[in-house]
């Protein structure tokens, strides 16, 4: 498979839409506990642009299969230089590298979009994403203990942090 990604386009959104649907069964990688549709991503979409928070789309034979975004954290302008980064892939790329390289993207890009932290936030059952991210020299930067509840059952959200400077 050939490592290409591109910025996100509206006509993308229901690609983008269908592959995290396809996540939220697992109950390891989203909170919601329903499909969420097209119209209530929109605003999600519209929030990114390819100068401060990019999305971008990797297609495999002009198929879309996964997608990472750079998303504002907590929303306030004192935290501008922070970014979280998702990463969803279609279940065939799955365990494939695909992600390794989205993230190997990301923190190359990350500094010429002026962000300096980048964040993952992970389910603590999420193995393979906490072993991802710690891959690139993520650390645990707080743990939210049993703050979701998925059929049932309380799980932890990892914080997971990278400074791009160097510092801690």
Same mark, same amino acid.
């Given at each position: ?10 006509? &993308?959104?229901? /690609? ?9 069964? @697992?109950?390891?990688? !989203?909170?919601?506990?329903?499909? *969420?549709?097209? &119209?209530? %991503?929109?605003? $999600? ?9 990019? =999305? $971008? *789309?990797? /297609?495999? /034979?002009? %198929?879309?299969?996964?997608? =990472? ?14 970014? /979280? ?9 799955? +365990? ?6 989205? #993230?190997?993207? @990301? ?5 010429? =979009?002026?962000?300096? !932290? ?16 710690? @891959?690139?020299?993520?650390?645990? $930067? +707080?743990? #939210?203990? %049993?703050?979701?509840?998925? &059929?049932?059952?309380?799980? &932890? #959200?990892?914080? =997971? ?8």
């Amino acid at each position: 498979m050939t490592f290409q990604y591109r910025d996100a386009t509206l006509d &993308d959104l229901p /690609e983008i839409v269908a592959i995290y649907n396809s996540t939220v069964p @697992s109950r390891q990688v !989203t909170a919601d506990l329903e499909p *969420v549709s097209m &119209d209530s %991503r929109r605003a $999600w979409f519209d929030a990114h642009g390819p100068e401060k928070r990019p =999305l $971008w *789309v990797v /297609e495999d /034979e002009g %198929r879309i299969i996964g997608w =990472l975004s750079f998303s504002d954290f907590y929303g306030r302008p004192a935290y501008q230089r922070t970014s /979280e980064v998702s990463i969803y892939l279609h279940e065939a790329a799955r +365990g494939k590298g695909l992600g390794k390289k989205l #993230l190997a993207a @990301s923190l190359e890009a990350a500094p010429k =979009l002026g962000i300096d !932290t980048v964040l993952g936030f992970v389910f603590g059952h999420n193995e393979p994403s906490v072993r991802l991210f710690q @891959s690139f020299g993520f650390t645990a $930067w +707080g743990t #939210l203990p %049993r703050v979701a509840v998925l &059929d049932g059952v309380e799980r &932890d #959200l990892v914080i =997971l942090g990278k400074r791009l400077d160097g510092s801690h």
